[in-house]
């Protein structure tokens, strides 16, 4: 297996990136990484990897084209290299909008494929239960017939990143009821039901969503990012108000003590970082974005993430669930 990684535009730069590469190994030396970025930076791995030098960095605002146009930016490296040597997977923690619209344009989608849809993992009210959630933000609208597409291509992502036999698929609405939604998301909730979509339960609220119910959450890319962020939002709202409801004075914080395992499981529970990213379903490659301020921790998840997608051949199993147009 050959994965490579962009180790450049990460939030906390590229030792970040080093450090979870050399975790990544020591747990699976079997596996080769191929790393560009700056060689100047990236000598520990030396020994462990090989190094492409390309150490210009992609913005963070950049689109597709910007990227293309810098040719000796370890971004755009990558992806040619990846398509160029057919390499397994791609992992990168920078530019989002520059990674996946490249990365399209790159590798193409999928023949048959209608849109791509960027995927990714939400943790849930139950510990280990994630909800996946797509799309997220490649698309700012979707037709009925590209959101059936969206709950086909999520069923077999979650089927292979968690071994599940048989995932529940709800649409994301304004109500439970078969008539609420958008007209694209009423149409899509006719199409599955009249398709026997397997384990198609309807339509789900927003803040049902991450009580443990669901294990597909199927959206257009608008109202997906949406929810993304309003949950990003939130998390982080609540978490900063009980921080400061338990550092008010001494008896709060030695409430605390009493509260601290209870807290620290939700956090476990939580914890985004776990999730690995975000992921381009579609197109004919895995390619894995991490988050931008990803630690070691939350790089090495992405790498565990790409390698369980090759492990498992989602792109394979896409592509034949495209052409039998099941």
Avoid at 46 to 66: K, R, T
Avoid at 300 to 316: D, F, H, I
Wanted: with cysteine.
């Amino acid at each position: 297996m050959k994965i490579a990684v962009d180790a450049m535009g990460g939030d906390n730069g590229s030792q970040v990136i080093v450090s979870a590469i050399k975790q990544f190994l020591t747990d699976f030396p079997e596996v080769e990484i191929i790393v560009f970025g700056d060689k100047n930076e990236l000598g520990e791995l030396s020994s462990l990897c090989q190094i492409v030098d390309a150490p210009e960095v992609v913005p963070m605002d950049a689109g597709a084209f910007e990227v293309m146009r810098m040719k000796n930016s370890s971004m755009f490296t990558a992806l040619k290299t990846m398509k160029d040597s057919a390499f397994d997977a791609l992992v990168s923690a920078g530019s989002t909008g520059g990674f996946l619209s490249a990365g399209t344009l790159i590798l193409k989608w999928i023949e048959g494929v209608k849109r791509a849809a960027i995927v990714t993992s939400f943790p849930t009210r139950l510990k280990n239960k994630k909800l996946v959630v797509l799309d997220i933000g490649a698309n700012n609208k979707n037709s009925p017939e590209e959101l059936v597409q969206f709950a086909k291509m999520g069923r077999a992502y979650h089927q292979a990143l968690y071994n599940s036999d048989a995932p529940k698929t709800y649409l994301l609405s304004n109500g439970a009821e078969a008539n609420k939604g958008s007209p694209a998301g009423q149409a899509a909730y006719k199409l599955l039901k009249e398709s026997q979509f397997p384990d198609f339960c309807g339509n789900i609220e927003a803040r049902e969503a991450l009580l443990g119910e669901a294990d597909i959450l199927v959206t257009d890319g608008y109202s997906g990012n949406v929810f993304l962020k309003s949950s990003e939002g939130v998390a982080k709202l609540m978490s900063s108000m009980v921080k400061d409801i338990f550092k008010k004075n001494l008896w709060t914080k030695l409430g605390y003590l009493h509260v601290a395992k209870g807290f620290k499981l939700m956090s476990e529970t939580m914890d985004y970082k776990s999730t690995g990213g975000a992921m381009l379903l579609g197109v004919n490659g895995v390619l894995v974005k991490a988050h931008g301020n990803s630690d070691a921790y939350g790089f090495k998840s992405a790498l565990n993430v790409a390698k369980t997608m090759v492990e498992r051949q989602v792109v394979k199993k896409i592509k034949e669930l495209v052409e039998s147009g099941e």
